[in-house]
C-alpha cells in the first residue's frame, strides 16, 4: 500500500515563496506520476502540476511561471515550489500518485496524501 506524507505546508505573505515535499513509500516510486491539488474552502479540489519517473510535467494554467514541481528519485519524494504567491492560492495541498499522465482529474490517482495547509496573506 502505497503512502504519502506532505510536509512544509504554512502562512506566507503574498509575493512570498514557500515550497512543500511529499514523501512517497510502500511501492515502487519510478512506477507512478505524481501529482499536486489543492482544495481552497468552499471549493472543489483541482489539478496543480503532475511529474512523471522522467520528469515529464504538466501545469495548471493558473500556477505556470509561478509553481515548479519536481521529484528526487533517490529519496521518493516530490517537491512543489511555489513562488509569486498570491491569496487566491491559499487552500489545503494534497499529493497524489498515480499511472496516467498527463493526470488532471482527482480519478486518475490512486493514493492521496493527508494534505497541508498553505495559506497566503494579503
Known amino acids: 500500500q502505497v503512502q504519502l506524507v506532505e510536509s512544509g505546508g504554512g502562512l506566507v505573505q503574498a509575493g512570498g515563496s514557500l515550497s512543500v515535499s511529499c514523501a512517497f513509500s510502500?511501492?515502487?516510486?519510478?512506477?507512478?506520476?505524481m501529482g499536486w491539488f489543492r482544495q481552497a474552502p468552499g471549493k472543489e479540489r483541482e489539478f496543480v502540476a503532475t511529474?512523471?519517473?522522467?520528469?515529464?510535467?504538466y501545469y495548471a494554467d493558473s500556477v505556470k511561471g509561478r509553481f515548479t514541481i519536481s521529484r528526487d528519485n533517490a529519496k521518493n519524494t516530490v517537491y512543489l515550489q511555489m513562488n509569486s504567491l498570491k491569496p487566491e492560492d491559499t487552500a489545503v495541498y494534497y499529493c497524489?500518485?498515480?499511472?496516467?499522465?498527463?493526470?488532471?482529474?482527482?480519478?486518475?490517482?490512486?493514493?492521496w496524501g493527508q494534505g497541508t495547509q498553505i495559506t497566503v496573506s494579503s
Open positions: 497524489a500518485a498515480g499511472q496516467v499522465f498527463p493526470g488532471i482529474e482527482e480519478g486518475q490517482y490512486d493514493y
Open positions: 510502500g511501492r515502487t516510486f519510478r512506477m507512478y506520476a
Open positions: 511529474i512523471t519517473w522522467s520528469s515529464r510535467l
